[in-house]
């Protein structure tokens, strides 16, 4: 580590693994309460706008986009590390039939992103209708 500060690139990373741009899988959690399901994930820097929700054929898709300025040095600094970068995801889920469509709704709140897919009662099962056959005499 003195070395590197010495060379003058003491943020240089200790090992060449850094991540790489890219897209990367949410962690996601999926909750069932007796009135709605929950769809809650981690979007840390995200904005309401980098996000995209969006239901189709029973499908819910869970998605974002982060692109972050290019270093450039200049006036304004110089740039040791950018590990940050452009950052990626999207999740999809099969939605059950007993939702409530026109009722979904996605809120972010400290880089937390909770979709609420509100349910409505299940219609009964039909039940088996018995036909009367009738004898042809």
Same mark, same amino acid.
């Given at each position: 580590? !003195?070395?590197?500060?010495?060379?003058?690139?003491?943020?240089?990373?200790?090992h060449t693994?850094? *991540?790489?741009?890219?897209?990367?899988?949410?962690? %996601?959690?999926?909750?069932?309460?007796?009135?709605? +399901?929950?769809? %809650?994930?981690?979007?840390?820097?995200?904005?309401?706008?980098?996000?995209?929700?969006?239901?189709?054929e029973g499908? !819910?898709?869970?998605?974002?986009?982060?692109?972050?300025?290019?270093? $450039? &040095?200049?006036?304004?600094?110089?740039?040791?590390?950018?590990? *940050?970068?452009?950052?990626? +995801?999207?999740?999809?889920?099969?939605?059950?039939? &007993?939702?409530?469509?026109? *009722? %979904?709704?996605?809120? !972010?709140?400290?880089?937390?992103?909770? $979709?609420?897919?509100?349910? %409505?009662?299940?219609?009964?099962?039909?039940?088996?209708?018995?036909?009367?056959?009738?004898?042809? !005499?």
């Amino acid at each position: 580590m !003195l070395d590197r500060a010495m060379r003058g690139d003491m943020f240089a990373p200790m090992h060449t693994l850094a *991540r790489q741009p890219g897209p990367i899988r949410h962690a %996601v959690d999926v909750v069932e309460t007796k009135e709605d +399901f929950k769809v %809650v994930t981690d979007a840390p820097g995200f904005s309401a706008d980098d996000i995209k929700v969006e239901l189709h054929e029973g499908k !819910l898709t869970v998605s974002g986009e982060r692109k972050l300025e290019k270093a $450039v &040095n200049g006036d304004e600094g110089k740039y040791h590390m950018q590990e *940050r970068q452009w950052t990626k +995801f999207s999740r999809q889920f099969q939605l059950p039939a &007993n939702i409530a469509e026109d *009722r %979904v709704a996605a809120s !972010l709140d400290k880089g937390i992103l909770t $979709v609420t897919v509100p349910k %409505v009662p299940e219609p009964p099962k039909a039940q088996p209708k018995r036909i009367q056959v009738i004898s042809a !005499l």
